[in-house]
């Protein structure tokens, strides 16, 4: 388990470090996804070790969720006073989400 720990740290500092010195307005922790999806796809398969950290990881998911909970309730009366600001954002985001992924389907997508 530690091996496939190890691994996946690497590749989230691989993705730190690219994007300290060579993408900074793009999150590490995402160039990181993508170096693993790229190993991953030329190594055709999921190593046992990071699998087994994956499944071990995904089984307790969950748990992450807690501190985005407390933080909703601990900030209630904040959301509560600019409840309108954030719905309009949350449609406003989800429309522009939709739209570009509607877009980008059609442009990608086979011509028949």
């Known amino acids: 388990m530690i091996q496939g720990l ?3 740290f690497i590749f989230q500092a691989l993705g730190e470090l690219l994007s300290k010195f060579a ?3 793009i999150p590490g922790p995402v160039l ?4 693993l999806l790229v190993f991953l796809a030329l190594r055709g398969h999921v190593p046992a070790a990071m699998d087994l950290v994956g499944s071990s990881i995904l089984q307790h998911l969950g748990l992450l969720f807690i501190p985005a ?3 909703v309730v601990l900030y209630l009366p904040v959301l509560r006073a600019h409840a309108w600001a954030i719905s309009a954002a949350l449609v ?3 429309l522009a989400t939709v739209a570009v992924t509607a877009l980008v389907l059609k442009l990608l997508a086979p011509k028949d």
Not at 32 to 35: A, E, K, P, T
Request: glycine fraction near 12%.
């Open 92 to 94: 406003v985001s989800v």
């Open 32 to 35: 990181g996804l993508v170096l």
């Open 23 to 25: 993408l900074p307005f």
């Open 6 to 8: 190890v691994q996946l």
């Open 69 to 71: 909970s407390v933080g």
